[in-house]
């Protein structure tokens, strides 16, 4: 990429493409960030009921998703 | 599509499979493709990822794609993103790995498969291989060899593509190698 088009990306960077992007990668993040906890709240001998009250979701949204691998 | 698969493609599929059983993965992603296209030999994918010279590199690509694993799999576009709004991937990696132990954010959500039988692809994976046969018709050939699914791998965002770009392996660089006339 030339320094010109560089400069004119950062010049347009109200451009909504930047901004869904990093919206993506945050939701990525978040994703894994979820799974590291659950994972580390079942260890520690959590309930589902327990894990989904604090993540503000239901028992059986949690479970499906981090439940059965 | 898979009819129009050469005996080299499938032959990578299966491979992959057989890379994400051996790893453990529940399920068949980007980079278990490209380690069976780098195991792939005399064939056009074997050929072009010899000549542009990342056989030999292998090793310095899968430390590139276990780092990226290592920050939840974001690539380098996303955690530019993330900075762009304040976020130091680094950081929270760092902070997340304290707590839980290194390499705590590369076990994402893929938990351990306790049904080995059934290992899908992913989602993206399987988006691979569809952007094979665009990229097979793309070129006007009839078949899809391995060499279609290394383009469609350089040419999808994320880890893959930008390790593979890391080490000199884009799209127009094995257009040119596999189009480049054979001594």
């Known amino acids: ?69 | 599509m898979f009819e129009r698969f050469t005996k080299g493609a499938r032959a990578v599929v299966t491979g992959a499979v057989a890379v994400a059983g051996r790893e453990g993965a529940p399920a068949v992603t980007e980079e278990h493709l490209l380690l069976a296209l780098l195991d792939a030999e005399d064939t056009g994918a074997a050929l072009a990822l010899r000549a542009l010279g990342a056989t030999e590199r292998r090793a310095s690509l899968e430390a590139a794609l276990a780092a990226a694993r290592r920050r939840g799999g974001l690539s380098a576009v996303e955690v530019d993103a993330l900075a762009d709004l304040g976020i130091d991937v680094a950081r929270i990696v760092a902070r997340v790995e304290e707590t839980h132990g290194p390499g705590a954010l590369a076990a994402g959500s893929d938990i351990r498969s306790r049904s080995p039988k059934r290992r899908p692809f992913t989602r993206e994976s399987k988006k691979v291989l569809e952007q094979s046969l665009r990229v097979c018709l793309g070129r006007r050939e009839k078949e899809i060899g391995d060499e279609h699914l290394l383009l469609a791998l350089t040419a999808r965002p994320g880890i893959v593509s930008e390790a593979l770009a890391d080490h000199g392996v884009t799209y127009t660089a094995v257009e040119q190698a596999l189009d480049r006339p054979r001594a």
């Open chain 1, 1 to 69: 990429m030339t320094d010109a088009t560089d400069l004119a990306e950062q010049a347009g960077d109200r451009d909504p493409r930047v901004g869904l992007r990093a919206v993506a990668a945050l939701r990525r993040l978040l994703e894994q960030l979820e799974a590291v906890q659950v994972r580390s709240a079942r260890a520690r001998g959590w309930s589902w009921q327990e894990i989904a009250a604090e993540l503000g979701v239901s028992r059986q949204a949690v479970h499906k998703k981090h439940g059965r691998h």
